[in-house]
């Protein structure tokens, strides 16, 4: 059954991917020839993306996940794949009442009087919505979308046998492909595992409790179930209330938000990977509401400690250890690489772009960084790599808060000035 339902999904997916690709493939010919290479390179991603949009959840959950890996992909097709955060399409009313009727059965009335059939949240695996409890109690519902199990383990068995047919390909270019796309299936079947994230949750709302200002939603247990998690509802969030709150107190919640960060990542080796803006929020009495821990890691101890001294390090300056670090944590190492001269390279980026008087963006260091790592044939293994590329994100999150964050802060050591206390003091 397992092989019959792949070869459907090979069907299906071949006949989508010929539907935008040829059409796609004959517009690349007509930019290049008028505007140049680089804009047709542009104009194919862009047809990519909208081909793993219509392919469905499992392709757009791939994008999202692939397209952090600016390391081992080209920038602009990681900038093309970004898109993917936003605009996935809700479950219809029909399909959200047979999938809570699937969950709680007779239960359901009994259990929420009242369900909004519009749902406040909607992502490729599960939309929320806004319900009622018997006790009068509003909660949020995390519902997953019917027979999304078996239609995305199909997309995963198939992607895992074409990265297969493709490990042995000269164009590959040494990048381990297995391993990367091991790494983003185990990534996605975690996130249809309900149970997992509920345990992820608990283990985050934990973490956090001692950081000040911090809001974890409480998952409350005994009405979730394998494909609906409910979690207390917190109204009202809304990612443009940063933009209502005084500069000062941005300034804080920002200093907040590494704070967390570093609490999670360098203490307790647990990293939340997608910190975009739909997953963390300000709200108007000044506190920082962190959502949705499905696409979370936990972090080989070795790896936690390396991380912890790779930003220590970047935060010092020493980018000498840091290129050192990066080939310590590295899958593949090219045969002819001169890792010296990489070790190096590194440490003229860290004294360019982290060095004295120079405000850091981590997103430039980071683009050049994975740029060094391509030309020299060197790829982060991807659990130390993804921890990496999660920064990025949160660092465009921080920055929507107060553009002017130093983001180093998140690589200060227990003890030390903590992240929130480096910020600008509170203004009115």
Known sequence: MSL????????????VAAAYMIPALAGVVAVRAVRGRARARVFLYRRIVRML?????????????????????????CDALSVLHDGVAPMSVRQSRR???????????KLFPTVDEKPVASGSIACVYRAVQADGKVVALKLKRPGIDARMRAD???????????????????????????????????????????ANSVRLRGILKPVKDVQVPTLIGEHSRPECLVFEYIPDLDSTTAEDLPYGVRARLAGTVLAAAQKMMFVDGFVHCDLHPGNLYLTKDARVVILDAGYSVQLPDRVRRLMGEYWM??????????????????????????????????????????????QFDMFTFGNKLFDLQREYGIYAASDFAFPLMSL??????????????????????????????????VTT
Do not use: H, W
């Open 313 to 358: 390090r970047l935060r010092a300056g020493d980018g000498r250890r840091c290129g050192e670090i990066v080939l310590e944590s590295a899958v593949a190492v090219g045969d002819d690489t001169d890792v010296d001269a990489f070790v190096s390279a590194v440490e003229d980026l860290v004294n360019t772009i982290v060095g004295s008087g120079v």
């Open 156 to 198: 995963l068995d198939l992607v895992r046998r074409m990265v297969r047919m493709a490990e042995g390909s000269a164009k590959m270019g040494g990048m381990p492909v297995g391993e990367l796309a091991g790494y983003v299936s185990a990534a996605i079947l975690g996130q249809l595992d309900f149970a997992k994230e509920a």
């Open 4 to 15: 019959l339902r792949t070869l459907a999904r090979v069907a299906v997916v071949g006949t």
């Open 99 to 109: 999938a809570l009727r699937t969950a709680y059965g007779s239960e359901l009335t």
């Open 392 to 425: 990025l994100i949160l660092e465009g999150t921080v920055r929507g808060i107060s553009p002017d964050v130093d983001f180093r802060q998140v690589g200060a050591q227990v003890g030390e000035k903590s992240p929130a206390q480096a910020q600008a003091p």
């Open 53 to 77: 949009q219509a392919l469905g959840p499992t392709y757009v959950k791939y994008g999202q996940i692939a397209g952090s890996r600016r390391d081992a992909l080209p920038s602009e097709l």
